[in-house]
């Protein structure tokens, strides 16, 4: 079935360096994937999204591309906050009832 | 703030009672998705409703769970005889169209089964 992965965490950084977290998918169909982030104590918001291949999704300096030939959605910021700690799941959404797989989440962690 | 909300925020029940979650979503949303997070895990789905409807039910237990999104009144998620693995985070999730892209989710409802 239909399934995505992600690096492991926590991810710890010093202010200011580059992120990456890994996201890989599986799933049959033309799925559109997703980056979501989960503050302490809080629901989830959507980062940002692409809906086919090659598409680009990007807010608040962080940026995805959806590559279907390594079923690959990682997601980068060149530069990150302190405010930025939180965890982060990757997802796709299946084109027939429109729920949302989830990764398992990746815990981040940045230090001043 | 036109917001999803959920209530309560938090909710203690022992083992044998029943939870009841309520979820209401955006104004104009008529499509509620409801998913759990076990601690340390993603969330994973359970449950699409539409008004009156339960569309898709796959990721829902068999037992002792149940769902309703009423014509009127917020979506009801509805544990019956609760067990300490049902201690988590529920969340649910509204969009305005069956095949909408996004998901707008609540603040979840954390349960602990004492």
């Known amino acids: 079935g239909d399934s995505v992965t992600q690096m492991e965490g926590p991810v710890t950084l010093s202010e200011e360096a580059f992120l990456t977290i890994n996201c890989t998918y599986t799933?049959?169909?033309?799925?559109?994937l997703f980056w979501y982030v989960q503050y302490p104590g809080e629901g989830l918001q959507l980062l940002l999204k692409a809906t086919k291949a090659d598409d680009k999704g990007s807010n608040k300096g962080f940026e995805a591309t959806y590559r279907k030939e390594t079923t690959s959605f990682h997601l980068e910021k060149g530069s990150v906050q302190v405010s930025d700690s939180a965890v982060y799941f990757c997802?796709?959404?299946?084109?027939?009832?429109?729920?949302?797989?989830f990764g398992q989440g990746t815990t981040l962690q940045v230090k001043p | 703030n036109a917001g999803v909300m959920q209530n309560p925020r938090h909710l203690v029940r022992r083992r044998g009672q029943e939870a009841r979650l309520r979820c209401s979503p955006m104004?104009?949303?008529?499509?509620v998705y409801w998913y759990r997070q076990l601690p340390e895990e993603g969330l994973k789905f359970m449950v699409y409703?539409?008004?009156?409807?339960?569309?898709?039910e796959s990721g829902m237990p068999k037992e002792r769970f149940s769902a309703e999104f009423p014509k009127e009144g917020p979506s009801i998620l509805r544990i019956q005889q609760v067990v300490r693995g049902d201690s988590a985070a529920y969340f649910c999730?509204?969009?305005?169209?069956?095949?909408?892209?996004?998901?707008?989710f609540g603040p979840g409802t954390r349960l602990t089964v004492l």
């Open positions: 799933a049959t169909g033309y799925p559109s």
């Open positions: 997802a796709l959404k299946t084109s027939n009832t429109g729920k949302l797989i």
């Open positions: 409703l539409q008004k009156e409807n339960i569309i898709d």
């Open positions: 104004k104009g949303h008529s499509h």
């Open positions: 999730a509204s969009c305005a169209a069956e095949r909408a892209d996004t998901q707008y």
